[in-house]
């Protein structure tokens, strides 16, 4: 029953290359060709506490549905999608969206159930968009959610930046086998495993993983005892698969974009990025682990503890410039301002 839908850090030559107008662009293209209709149901203001409300489970969203787009619609809304990811992270999000066929299947629902639905992924766009003007676009659903803020055509934010799998590994069917996330599992596993006893010993912060990420859908990402190990405490060799690690999650995102994230990482000091780990040590289903990275500026979690521990959340927070942060909604309004 399917259901068809649309040191240096090191840079990875993944991304696409895309001039932040067009993102402009791609959206406005898009938005041209939604019906009065679809236009209440897709805009809303750059300022309304709907653009806080992050998530990354099946429940009622905002925003219109790939299952509601025309065909030209879904093609516009993947242009636009390819001008903020990197190829890898699109190919991932295809991905994700094709495995509620697999849940279909595995949960024996019926054709009339959508609980589970590849087209059941929303696009909302915040603001005015012009070459002087402050707005945003998002896209989630189950086990995705991106966060986009654009400023004077300038993509400024991407985060809260979700990706999850649900199985983590598919164990039977057509997909047997599929891991959507495996680098990100796989990546973790060797840092881990790069470690010597000794270092070990700090990393691992706990033998039991948390039964999800931290952060949650919590608005302010915030974790007050990093723990685990630094990356001051790491030799050369080491240093560079955390490095690369780190990488992988900041390359969901465009090169440029990505590349300024970066630079927001090695100028609050490579020193104070902390990598700590919970949970099983080998990867096993049925054993869970968690890992998290965290500096001044960012978080990255992941885990993999439900369904038997073959289910993957994992996400990028942006500690300066989730959802656009607070400077700019400042910058916003004081430019909305009545005079």
Not at 67 to 83: H, R, S, V, Y
Not at 116 to 133: C, E, K, V, W
Not at 251 to 264: C, I, N, S, V, Y
Request: charged letters at 25%; one cysteine or more.
């Amino acid at each position: 029953m399917l259901r068809s839908c649309l040191p240096v850090i090191i840079c990875l030559a993944l991304a696409l290359p895309a001039k932040t107008q067009q993102i402009e662009t791609a959206a406005n293209k898009f938005i041209n060709t939604l019906t009065k209709e679809q236009k209440e149901e897709t805009l809303f203001p750059f300022d309304i506490e709907e653009r806080y409300n992050f998530h990354f489970v099946p429940l009622a969203r905002k925003g219109i549905t790939f299952n509601e787009m025309t065909a030209e619609q879904k093609q516009l809304a993947i242009d636009l999608m390819k001008t903020c990811f990197s190829r890898e992270a699109f190919q991932k999000t295809q991905e994700i969206m094709q495995l509620e066929n697999v849940l279909i299947e595995i949960e024996k629902r019926k054709p009339d159930d959508h609980f589970r639905d590849p087209g059941n992924y929303h696009i909302s766009i915040f603001g005015i968009l012009s070459a002087t003007t402050t707005w945003g676009w998002r896209f989630e659903g189950h086990h995705i959610s991106f966060n986009f803020s654009v400023d004077k055509q300038k993509l400024v934010a991407g985060t809260p930046g979700f990706l999850g799998s649900n199985p983590g590994t598919v164990l039977e069917g057509p997909q047997k086998g599929k891991e959507v996330l495996k680098d990100e599992t796989t990546l973790g596993f060797s840092m881990l495993h790069s470690l010597t006893p000794q270092q070990m010993k700090k990393a691992v912060i706990d033998t039991a993983a948390p039964k999800d990420i931290l952060t949650f859908d919590k608005r302010l990402a915030m974790i007050d005892n990093p723990g685990g190990i630094t990356y001051s405490e790491l030799t050369p060799v080491q240093q560079q698969q955390f490095l690369q690690l780190i990488n992988l999650y900041i390359h969901r995102f465009t090169k440029l974009f990505a590349e300024d994230r970066l630079k927001d990482i090695q100028k609050a000091g490579l020193e104070n990025l902390h990598f700590s780990w919970a949970g099983y040590t080998e990867k096993e289903i049925g054993k869970g682990t968690y890992y998290r990275i965290q500096g001044p500026t960012i978080i990255i979690e992941y885990d993999n503890t439900q369904n038997n521990a073959n289910h993957v959340h994992s996400v990028i927070r942006d500690l300066q410039h989730d959802f656009g942060g607070d400077e700019l909604m400042e910058h916003y309004r004081s430019a909305h301002k009545a005079p």
